[in-house]
């Protein structure tokens, strides 16, 4: 059974270190989205890529956070300095087009749980 | 980008049919319509897409009427296990974003 592997699973830090997470889409997936996830927020896009050229990153602060996939099974994430106000769950989700479809589905992974100090 | 508008909670009894409407006032003709559903530390997972009429898989079924306007999943015979967030979402994830709103929590009791 294929699935969107993340890591770390959990990531406790102080503010002003440098975080980087990873995630390894689906094989044969060309897309890939990633997420952060809080209470007060809810679920929001930061940046999905297609072909591991990115296509929207307006989701995310550019100051400190970049995205990339150096190739088609690693997608990274990186915050730099980190915040207090970045403790959230980031979650990778790879995707495909659905047969008949034009939209994405999306599979998860599960998801970074992201403390800062 | 369409705004999808649904209930915030819902509670229900295991054995139960469960409705969950979501409006989507300004969906474009291209947009389908999905849903995902996403249990406590862990990521949301697929359950349902359509763009017009019924839709029936093995977990759910989807109702989108004439004008697409709305869209309802339908959860047959919840258990407990189906305790969870919904999310309704509308777009075409190929072109652009999909936006996850607030979703709905739906709680079943025994």
């Known amino acids: 059974d294929a699935r969107v592997t993340q890591t770390p699973r959990h990531k406790v830090t102080e503010m002003g270190q440098e975080v980087t997470m990873r995630c390894q889409p689906i094989?044969?997936?060309?897309?890939v989205f990633w997420y952060r996830q809080t209470m007060m927020q809810g679920l929001e896009l930061l940046a999905y890529f297609r072909n591991r050229a990115p296509l929207d990153d307006s989701g995310m602060p550019k100051d400190r956070f970049s995205a990339e996939m150096p190739d088609a099974t690693l997608a990274t994430l990186k915050i730099q300095p980190s915040e207090p106000r970045d403790s959230a769950v980031y979650f990778c989700?790879?995707?495909?087009?659905?047969?008949?479809?034009?939209?994405?589905?999306?599979?998860f992974g599960p998801g970074t749980r992201l403390t800062v100090l | 980008l369409a705004k999808t508008t649904q209930p915030i909670s819902m509670d229900s009894y295991e054995g139960q049919e469960v409705n969950i409407t979501c409006s989507h006032n300004?969906?474009?003709?291209?947009?389908?319509i999905t849903w995902y559903q996403q249990f406590p530390s862990q990521g949301p997972r697929f359950i349902i897409q359509g763009y017009k009429t019924k839709v029936t898989n093995e977990v759910a079924s989807l109702f989108i009427p004439a004008d697409r306007k709305s869209s309802t999943l339908s959860l047959p015979r919840v258990s407990l296990s189906d305790t969870a967030v919904y999310y309704c979402?509308?777009?075409?994830?190929?072109?652009?974003?999909?936006?996850f709103g607030k979703g709905t929590k739906l709680s079943v009791k025994p």
């Open positions: 300004n969906i474009a003709t291209n947009d389908y």
């Open positions: 989700a790879s995707g495909s087009l659905r047969s008949g479809g034009l939209t994405d589905t999306q599979y």
């Open positions: 094989l044969g997936h060309n897309t």
């Open positions: 979402l509308v777009g075409r994830g190929s072109q652009g974003n999909l936006i």
